[in-house]
């Protein structure tokens, strides 16, 4: 894997670049959609290729692990084969989701111990084999096994925890060393910075990762409840401490003006379930602001549901048309708001990119932001 | 519209033919895929137009009358603009939903007195006013309001309300001669053979039909839980009644193999919820037979859904993946195993119309329908 950074922003600290996989290049900054199980939710994968225009999705190593397997994912020959997605795959670590959603989960240094919520069918992760998971499944970027501490916590814990997380990041390393790519392509592992939102915490976290030189690195535990604030002053605290040669990814985050804020704080990277999630409760991101389509005020708005997002569910669909079909509970309606949606974060961030590339970044993340809170 | 017959069967009455209407041409025998509140469930128009590559669809006066509205499909300019779909289109009447959907409903000679399936909110649809729905929704065909008895039926109701089928039926042709087209393009009405599955009342009903000369003859209240025999029986007396320079539709059905069996009576265009309804339940139905899909049995089987059917869906996704998708119940599970039996029924009719042409279609069909049963 290669990053090459093609300019920094004269006032701010966002950056464009290029991030080569051997699945092909993404221009950076970049948003990944969320494909839990191996599908990005009511979208199919030519969507995501021509109308979406996504260059990298993620997949989820917890639910895929769980459903359908290492066995299926094995005999299918990975990801890529099994789901026919050939661009580039990031696969989460599980951390997260084991803390979230698993039941009984019980930490160790071993690892962790956890219920299936599927089917209450006890597993264990451990940084070991979640490293060779990872290698099963066949992800381009392969995440460090973390632990991700709730918000608030207490100083204490987010200590313990982060400490934790940075023994299991060696262990992460050790495994890749010892093993080798399931289906021929590189893998390249990012480790994840923690520490709550403890200044100190985040120093030392982002400190430690940047001294293992990996070929990327994550800053986990945000926009997990903190105020927008602290977010922004963490990840602006890690990422002057990360190295800028390589890409940064700030993992979950976040509504549109979350990720223009995060990436003139230097952030490269993305993922957030909210474009799909939120578009199948009906509501949509445009460049004007935040439409609820379900309101009655869209019934009879026969204009596009977005002009200015250059993709065919965005022109060629009304409002009107949305808002019957959420009215109607018809699927088609989950459909055409998450294309939307996700084509929407796309070119938000390659219009990013663009302003960065032409340094005018600053000025107009500053106007955006503000637009793209609107309510209309 | 115009109906040219371009070819007979010399070994059955199946039929080839171009159905012209101010929205295109339908190439026929054809299926037709159901939109019922204005949408082909889970499927996007352009899904419909490049991969199933439908050439009409359905729309529902009843679920359109309650949702969206009148207000809104004629504030839009009719269903076309309204959902996007420039081919033809066809509504059905609402006479079949009023008596399996709607409460409450009671038939006098004036129309049918019915409370929503959604709010309770009462209506009343005549053959007058339910011409006028369909004008306003835009119908390039638009069916006569019937009254569809329920299988069995005894002789008595059975004929009682044919003979009240009929006269709504004039009041309908009275109806469409008073008005106009609503956008500018061409309405045809269609009228509806009932009589359930006595082999008089269907020879009277056929007559009273044909002698109306409309552009067009459907065949209802088949299909509706009658045995197969008993289907065939009188959709073929039917069709021998019809006259045969117009095109017959049979309606809500069916199986693959039950239209082939059909377009062998001399039936031209079709329509029926199985393949979206099926496939969201996890039926697919190929060219080798019929598949379900979430039995363990598909859980590692890498081969596309169907080779044989020309369609992204059918051939880049794989059983085991779309297994998969249902077992976690994904959306995109829905969506895929929609497009493909959509593309499969289109595909069928295809075929089956290139056979006429051909002067296989007898024999072709005998083979085709024992291995379309086959279960997988």
């Not at 948003?31 to 969507?47: C, D, I, L, R, Y």
């Not at 002053?233 to 993992?251: E, T």
Request: glycine share 8%; net charge neutral.
């Amino acid at each position: 894997m290669q990053f090459d950074l093609i300019t920094t922003d004269h006032n701010s600290r966002a950056r464009a670049g290029v991030l080569t996989t051997d699945h092909g290049a993404i221009a950076t900054p970049i948003f990944m959609p969320v494909g839990t199980v191996g599908s990005v939710k009511a979208v199919t994968q030519e969507q995501l290729r021509s109308d979406v225009q996504a260059q990298i999705i993620l997949g989820n190593t917890y639910h895929l692990y769980l459903r359908p397997g290492l066995e299926v994912l094995s005999a299918a020959g990975g990801l890529h084969r099994f789901n026919g997605w050939d661009r580039p795959l990031l696969t989460d670590s599980g951390g997260y989701q084991v803390f979230s959603l698993a039941a009984n989960r019980k930490i160790k240094e071993e690892g962790v111990v956890f219920q299936s919520h599927i089917d209450g069918s006890r597993h264990l992760f451990t940084p070991e084999n979640v490293m060779d998971i990872q290698r099963t499944i066949g992800a381009d970027i392969i995440m460090a096994f973390d632990e991700c501490p709730p918000y608030p916590s207490e100083y204490r814990y987010a200590r313990k925890s982060m400490e934790l997380t940075h023994r299991w990041l060696d262990r992460c390393i050790q495994r890749m060393r010892e093993t080798q790519p399931a289906w021929g392509h590189q893998q390249s592992l990012f480790p994840i910075v923690q520490g709550s939102t403890f200044k100190d915490l985040r120093t030392i976290s982002a400190t430690e990762i940047a001294a293992r030189e990996c070929d990327g690195n994550a800053i986990g535990g945000l926009s997990v409840g903190e105020p927008e604030a602290e977010m922004y002053d963490m990840c602006g605290l890690v990422c002057d401490i990360l190295p800028a040669h390589k890409p940064r990814y700030l993992m979950g985050v976040g509504t549109p003006w979350n990720i223009l804020e995060n990436i003139a704080l230097g952030v490269d990277m993305f993922d957030c379930v909210m474009p799909t999630r939120n578009g199948r409760n009906g509501m949509l991101f445009t460049w004007q602001g935040v439409i609820n389509i379900k309101n009655k005020k869209w019934a009879t708005d026969f204009s596009p549901l977005d002009e200015q997002t250059d993709c065919f569910a965005s022109n060629h669909y009304t409002r009107a048309y949305l808002r019957h079909l959420f009215a109607a509970g018809e699927i088609l309606g989950m459909q055409l708001a998450s294309i939307h949606n996700l084509a929407f974060y796309l070119q938000l961030v390659k219009a990013a990119r663009e302003q960065i590339l032409a340094g005018n970044y600053a000025a107009w993340k500053t106007t955006m932001v503000k637009q793209l809170q609107t309510r209309l």
